[in-house]
């Protein structure tokens, strides 16, 4: 039997499916992600490892992992493991599609909305004893219904952002790597370049996965195109927005406030100048944090993991490694 890994107590039953099948688990019980010497000696010691996005996985680490068959990551983006060097010395490395979209969604849209009517501005205010009396223009901020959502990324959370702004009358704008003409028909998009869709829309939400094209993709000039009162909302990954852009762009109200559920880094420090706005919503990485869709997430991480040590190939794999270990 194999000896299996998991960087974080993960909800659900993913790690009782791996000790059903035998296989001996070893879970990582401290709140912050291992230290890169503890992760690389857990991982030179195991199998297989059941990994986070936190989980930053080098070359290094892999190549020093002999044993090693499968990172099986609980996220559906993997940028924080290298698939082709994972490949190289035969390790599969795979994610969770398809399980979380609706979540992560459901958060974005959540962010949205907070952002658009000063709902964590307006609470932090009344907790501190400024509610003194109905006023007609406190907290005065854009509708949300009528007004146009620029989708940069038009995955499954970008069609499943898409689908809560058909129900409140929204004209959406999407962009994409690639184009998809039936699903933008479907769900009423109309395509843009970026620059035109960051022109136009009144809310700007990133979902692209990053990737070195994607990295920075919103930086000082496609901040300056956008309208004075636009928000925007990052759900997808912190560097694919430039940090210190943003924080210019809020500083001189080229924009008019920001909602991000990712940063670089992560976690964010206190003292990092995005705290000091009013107009910014900061939440830890929790888009998908419903207790369905993690538990979801990790059985699948674990389904990959049996496949391997199985001999077969894990149903989502995101490198195909020509010599794959442990593959009959």
């Keep these: 039997m194999a000896a299996v890994f998991i960087t974080r107590t993960v909800p659900g ?3 009782e499916r791996l000790r059903d099948r035998g296989h001996t688990v070893t879970v990582w019980h401290g709140e912050a992600p291992p230290p890169a010497d503890a992760l690389a000696a ?4 195991n199998d297989a490892a059941l990994t986070m996005v936190a989980d930053r996985i080098s070359a290094a680490m892999l190549e020093a992992a002999s044993r090693m068959r499968i990172v099986a990551n609980m996220a559906v983006g993997y940028d924080n493991i290298d698939p082709a060097a994972a490949a190289s010395v035969g390790v599969w490395v795979s994610n969770t599609p398809g399980v979380l979209a609706e979540t992560t969604a459901d958060f974005a849209w959540a962010l949205l909305m907070a952002a658009a009517r000063n709902i964590v501005a307006s609470d932090r205010d009344t907790r501190a004893g400024g509610w003194k009396t109905w006023s007609p223009t406190a907290f005065l ?27 409140f009358g929204m004209r959406v704008l999407s962009t994409s790597r690639s184009r998809k003409p ?4 479907s769900l009423g998009c109309e395509h843009a370049s970026l620059d035109d869709l960051l022109r136009a829309s009144d809310f700007v939400s990133l979902h692209t996965p990053l990737t070195a094209e994607t990295r920075r993709l ?12 636009a928000i925007l909302v990052n759900t997808s990954r912190g560097p694919v927005a430039d940090q210190e852009a943003l924080v210019e762009a809020l500083r001189s109200g080229t924009i008019a406030g920001a909602a ?69």
Excluded: C, W, Y
């Design 182 to 185: 039936d699903v933008e028909a």
């Design 141 to 167: 901020g854009p509708d949300v219904h009528g007004a146009t959502l620029g989708i940069v990324g038009l995955g499954e959370i970008g069609q499943a952002m898409a689908r809560r702004a058909a129900g």
């Design 260 to 328: 991000l559920d990712v940063t670089d880094p992560e976690p964010l420090p206190v003292d990092h100048a995005l705290f000091s706005f009013a107009n910014v919503i900061i939440t830890p990485h929790i888009a998908s944090a419903s207790f369905a869709t993690r538990s979801r997430m990790a059985s699948m991480a674990a389904g990959n993991i049996l496949a391997v040590l199985e001999g077969r190939e894990p149903p989502n794999a995101v490198n195909r490694p020509a010599a794959p270990r442990g593959l009959t």
């Design 218 to 229: 919103i930086g000082s000039r496609e901040l300056s195109l956008m309208k004075r009162s």
């Design 42 to 45: 857990a991982l030179a010691a």
């Design 13 to 15: 039953d993913a790690a």
